[in-house]
């Protein structure tokens, strides 16, 4: 995002609604930190300006700049996937996309959110672990697998790596007895991080309404706590055998 500086009067009203902090004074007048501003658009999309002095920049859509708004603007659609909300359904459509079998569990690991955002290094940390402890099987219709520039190592392409994003989710299936080989990946991570991040583990629900019990003592085994919170989406559903 840009500000017109002959155009803005220094009133401040803008810099609040900055979750990355990147909006500040300069001479009276405000200036965006291009370094840190996530192109999310919410200082645009407020309509706080007075006198409309911020704007787009002409180079908000060039590679590799665009991955700031595709995965930080909500009202944005991914240029990879097609999808809005950082480029991915997620869990969501399961019931339809069949993602996550019934002899597998979805992993997301959603990074970045709340509002603290993060660089897509953080994501590389995260492919890297993952790829060492031989997990790599990033959903094909995740953005972040056309991010990857060697599956074996987990490294992304290079001119990827200064760029920041608010939130982004590394998805994968993989079969359930795998989940604890996963789970360690992920704790061996953490001190790394330069960010937070939730971890979801997806699975269809057995009969009666109850969520796996071998998953559930994985998760418990690994130290992880967990909370249950369903994605149902009315008409989706379909009969599988
Ligand atoms: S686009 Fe988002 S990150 Fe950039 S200055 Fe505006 S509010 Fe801040
Ligand atoms: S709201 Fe507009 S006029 Fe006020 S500081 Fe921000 S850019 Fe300048």
């Avoid at 409309?52 to 909500?74: C, G, H, M, T």
């Avoid at 944005?76 to 991915?88: D, E, K």
């Avoid at 085994?221 to 989406?233: D, H, L, T, V």
Wanted: net charge negative; proline share 7%; hydrophobic share 35%.
């Amino acid at each position: 995002m840009i500000v017109f500086k002959d155009v803005c009067v220094g009133c401040g009203r803008c810099q609040p609604y900055c979750p990355a902090g990147a909006i500040h004074f300069d001479d009276y007048r405000s200036t965006v930190d291009q370094e840190l501003c996530f192109e999310c658009g919410t200082c645009l999309r407020s309509e706080i300006c007075p006198v409309d002095a911020i704007q787009e920049p002409a180079n908000v859509y060039e590679y590799p700049r665009a991955l700031r708004k595709y995965f930080s603007d909500p009202t944005s659609t991914h240029a990879v996937t097609g999808i809005q909300g950082r480029g991915t359904e997620e869990s969501k459509t399961n019931d339809v996309t069949l993602r996550c079998g019934l002899d597998q569990v979805g992993i997301a690991i959603e990074i970045g959110r709340p509002t603290l955002g993060m660089g897509l290094e953080e994501i590389q940390k995260i492919t890297r672990v993952l790829a060492r402890n031989g997990i790599h099987e990033i959903e094909p219709n995740n953005p972040i697998n056309s991010m990857i520039l060697d599956h074996q190592s987990g490294d992304l392409k290079p001119e990827l790596l200064d760029e920041r994003v608010l939130s982004a989710i590394i998805e994968m299936s993989i079969d359930k007895e795998r989940l604890p080989d996963i789970l360690r990946a992920i704790k061996e991570v953490i001190p790394e991080l330069d960010s937070v991040f939730t971890l979801d583990v997806v699975t269809m629900l057995e009969p009666g309404l109850t969520v796996p019990p071998d998953v559930l003592s994985s998760i418990e085994a690994e130290g992880f706590s967990w909370r249950p919170n369903a994605k149902i989406n009315m008409g989706l559903g379909k009969v599988t055998e």
